[in-house]
């Protein structure tokens, strides 16, 4: 159980252009779900936290009109990097807690990461 | 600042023998800990976590000792096998559901 999804896997996208990432909780219902960036060699940095039917809370520095977070329902929550840029380049990592439901702990499990590159 | 701190950015350990891998903290409002063993280009795997009233918590191969006073934690992997072979992160939260603040990460290379 508590398997985390992420839709693409690796994307390459133009300067300019906006780029939206999945996160989908397969087995569990998430009431939360969390939005990292990891830079190569460091450590996870939590952009984001969202929770379900209301607005993203965001880490200092962040900028929340550049990416944009939307958490639909209580399996699927979207990135949308906006006029994404090459300094955007990254590996962004979505997590989703679900409380204790069908033996899952409260604990983030994390998806598998998505690779953005821009040009 | 960092509030989680990995010290080793690397390991290397021979197949069989003990791994351990070291974390420090500085926030004594954190209350709950967890590793995570990461591949590269994948998302992080759940290890094993302590909360902070026990000091020691073992998994299978996978133990994690948490030294309060010393706002120290450690992960013993006995005996290491080579896919175990990753980085590994610690994790710090205020509570079990709360936002993690992770380390830099260790990788961890064990050679047959």
């Known amino acids: 159980g508590a398997v985390v999804s992420q839709h693409p896997s690796r994307v390459i996208c133009k300067s300019g252009t906006s780029v939206k990432i999945e996160c989908r909780s397969l087995d569990f219902q998430a009431t939360t779900m969390f939005w990292y960036r990891q830079f190569p060699k460091k450590s996870l940095m939590l952009m984001a936290t969202?929770?379900?039917?209301?607005?993203?809370?965001?880490e200092q520095g962040v900028e929340k009109d550049k990416f944009l977070i939307n958490h639909a329902s209580l399996t699927l929550s979207t990135l949308t990097v906006t006029s994404a840029h090459p300094e955007d380049s990254s590996f962004y990592i979505c997590?989703?807690?679900?409380?204790?439901?069908?033996?899952?702990?409260?604990?983030?499990?994390f998806g598998p990461g998505t690779r953005l590159t821009v040009l | 600042d960092q509030q989680v701190k990995q010290n080793s950015p690397s390991l290397s350990v021979q197949e069989g023998r003990i791994s351990i891998l070291n974390c420090d903290y500085t926030?004594?409002?954190?209350?709950?800990f967890l590793w995570y063993k990461k591949y590269p280009a994948e998302g992080p795997t759940f290890l094993i976590s302590?909360?902070?009233?026990?000091d020691k918590n073992e998994d299978g191969r996978f133990t994690v000792f948490l030294n309060k006073s010393a706002k120290h934690l450690s992960l013993h992997i006995v005996p290491s096998q080579p896919g175990d072979s990753a980085v590994y992160f610690c994790?710090?939260?205020?509570?079990?559901?709360?936002?993690?603040?992770f380390g830099q990460g260790t990788e961890l290379s064990v050679k047959p």
């Open positions: 997590s989703a807690r679900g409380g204790i439901w069908r033996g899952v702990t409260d604990t983030q499990y």
């Open positions: 926030n004594s409002m954190f209350d709950y």
């Open positions: 994790a710090a939260t205020r509570n079990q559901g709360g936002k993690l603040i």
């Open positions: 302590i909360s902070s009233i026990k």
């Open positions: 969202s929770n379900e039917g209301s607005k993203a809370t965001y």
